[in-house]
């Protein structure tokens, strides 16, 4: 998946600590999407952001979990205090538009593990 | 329940053979998309469909989406090893940002 990349690949975290996930689009695209994986499970949006702004949230926890999209930068998920049930995998897809039939190419995640 | 339910859930087979998965949902889409997703790594995609009707062809992969825009299915021909790993389509509804998954079909093809 050249293009997209996703930092770090793996992330270890104790309870109760805070997990940065970066995602930077491949270039030229200005939407990003965070989706979640469980294992044997497809994916789950998130968060939508284009640009300074977050377009839905729908798919976010309200609390604890945050993502923005700085106009310089990455697009960054943050989870604080995280807790056993936050494992998974977790996607970042681009598009050039968020138009319905422009597609979403995704790197290949960070896998969070809570200890 | 999924948005999108994908069908079989795991599928193997022997190489030469010809197969067939599914996704089906009650809700009309924008467009749908078939990825394929290798362990470790995220999903490539493989094709987006958008009007009612249409099949696409890429190499031995044939996609069809359904006439009401519900519905979409993947067909194989003489599957390969290669071909071996987690199908997912995922469709855009006319009112979501968002892209819905389905949980996958999971390919496993023997030599």
């Known amino acids: 998946n050249a293009g997209v990349m996703q930092n770090p690949r793996h992330l270890v975290r104790r309870r109760g600590q805070e997990a940065r996930l970066r995602c930077s689009p491949m270039k030229g695209h200005s939407h990003v999407y965070w989706y979640r994986q469980l294992p044997e499970e497809g994916l789950k949006f998130m968060v939508y952001l284009q640009k300074e702004n977050i377009i839905d949230e729908s798919g976010m926890p309200k609390e604890r979990f945050s993502a923005e999209f700085p106009k310089e930068g990455p697009s960054i998920l943050r989870i604080q205090q995280v807790v056993r049930g936050d494992s998974a995998a977790y996607f970042c897809?681009?598009?050039?538009?968020?138009?319905?039939?422009?597609?979403?190419?995704f790197g290949d995640g960070t896998r969070l593990s809570i200890l | 329940t999924q948005l999108l339910e994908q069908s079989p859930q795991f599928l193997s087979i022997q190489e030469g053979e010809n197969l067939t998965v599914y996704c089906n949902s009650s809700?009309?889409?924008?467009?749908l998309q078939w990825y394929r997703q290798e362990p470790g790594e995220g999903p490539v995609l493989l094709v987006t469909?958008?009007?009612?009707?249409e099949v696409k062809k890429l190499k031995r992969l044939t996609f069809q989406f359904g006439d009401a825009r519900k519905d979409s299915s993947l067909h194989i021909t003489a599957a390969q090893p290669g071909d071996t790993g987690l199908y997912l389509c995922?469709?855009?509804?006319?009112?979501?940002?968002?892209?819905?998954f389905g949980a996958g079909t999971r390919l496993t093809v023997k030599p």
């Open positions: 897809a681009s598009s050039s538009t968020g138009g319905a039939d422009q597609p979403q190419h």
């Open positions: 469909v958008v009007t009612g009707g």
């Open positions: 809700s009309v889409f924008s467009s």
């Open positions: 995922a469709g855009r509804t006319y009112n979501n940002n968002d892209m819905r």
